[in-house]
């Protein structure tokens, strides 16, 4: 038996426009999801039968095996146990930490210690192939933890290169100083991939929606800016700004406003994080507690999270 977990993350800047090459960076936080994995007669996730309906990620990491005659697990079925303390559908980076734990703990099993650049591609292809289209984010932050910083070209601090069809993300390792930081999720799942979809969809029919994916880049990389400066004042604000433009592509949701409404009287900046549509939202804050109980009170669930903490964790065989 195996165990294996990887942290959610939150996107502090640069969600959606990173579908288009544009940078982004993400922060790994300590909302874990774990995944113990054993031999079994049959595939099976917290013991019941693995359906591909209900079990998109792990269905597609299975089959991927069981197509390659030369792994040593390909004729073998596994029973999955998967807790989590990342609501799924919340933008939390859910799908790839599963993912990303899967991957990691199976190749456990074979015996082979697959480095971060490995694992955080794989579970990136495991993405792609069930949402249609997805950015290396969340597998590489999720995988490495930290901070990471998505850009098109490679600087400072460079981690590896993950391409798609036409595209190329150069991931970097982020420096990220202490933040008081508050999540507050709708309550809404909304999938990831529809509301990329949607992105996509207005961006083909006008040159203004590119023209946003184009500014939120540009306030991504005066946010890096901001971090690299500990200045807290200026990346609240520029956490407002994508806020904005993120709701002018049509992906906030009147259920994100109300929370962001809330949580920005006692905070910095605050804004939708991950896919949007439902999901969460965060605030950046001196005053973690008054933004925990304002989005609660708003109806929202709150949770008040530490950035910077580990990447993938394997346990020793039990």
């Known amino acids: 038996m195996i165990s294996a977990s990887a942290p959610g993350k939150i996107v502090l800047m640069g969600e959606h426009a990173v579908v288009f090459g544009k940078p982004a960076i993400a922060l790994a936080v300590n909302l874990r999801l774990r995944c113990r994995i054993d031999r079994s007669n049959e595939n099976l996730v917290n013991g019941q039968p693995l359906a591909l309906a209900?079990?998109?990620?792990?269905?597609?990491?299975?089959?991927?095996?069981?197509?390659?005659?030369?792994?040593?697990?390909s004729n073998q079925h596994f029973s999955f146990d998967v807790s989590s303390d990342i609501p799924a559908g919340s933008g939390l980076g859910s799908s790839a930490a599963l993912s990303v734990a899967t991957i990691g703990a199976l190749a456990a099993m074979r015996n082979t210690s697959l480095d971060e650049e490995t694992i955080s591609k794989k579970a990136f292809e495991v993405e792609f192939n069930v949402q249609g289209r997805a950015s290396p984010m969340d597998s590489s932050a999720s995988t490495h933890g930290g901070g990471i910083f998505l850009d098109s070209k490679k600087g400072p601090d460079f981690l590896w290169e993950s391409t798609k069809n036409d595209k190329s993300w150069f991931i970097h390792d982020l420096?990220?100083?202490e933040m008081?930081?508050?999540?507050?999720?709708?309550?809404?799942?909304?999938p990831t991939g529809p509301m990329i979809a949607k992105v996509a969809a207005?961006?083909?029919?006008?040159?203004?929606?590119c023209e946003i994916v184009d500014e939120i880049g540009e306030i991504t990389l005066e946010g890096a800016?901001?971090?690299n400066h500990n200045d807290t004042e200026?990346?609240?604000?520029?956490?407002?700004?994508?806020?904005?433009?993120l709701a002018i592509l049509g992906v906030s949701?009147?259920?994100?406003q109300k929370l962001v409404d809330a949580a920005l009287p006692y905070s910095y900046g605050a804004k939708l994080t991950g896919g949007g549509g439902g999901g969460s939202m965060?605030?950046?804050?001196?005053?973690?507690?008054?933004?925990?109980?304002?989005?609660e009170l708003r109806g929202g669930i709150p949770y008040i999270v530490r950035t910077g903490v580990n990447g993938i964790k394997i346990s020793e065989r039990d």
């Open 54 to 73: 209900g079990n998109p990620y792990l269905s597609h990491i299975v089959n991927d095996i069981s197509k390659k005659s030369a792994d040593v697990l």
């Open 175 to 177: 420096k990220v100083p």
């Open 180 to 190: 008081g930081m508050v999540i507050g999720y709708t309550g809404i799942r909304k």
């Open 202 to 209: 207005y961006c083909k029919r006008t040159r203004f929606a």
């Open 225 to 227: 800016e901001a971090l």
């Open 234 to 245: 200026r990346l609240g604000r520029l956490m407002t700004k994508n806020h904005k433009l």
């Open 253 to 256: 949701s009147p259920e994100l």
């Open 282 to 295: 965060i605030a950046l804050t001196d005053k973690p507690e008054k933004v925990y109980k304002a989005i």
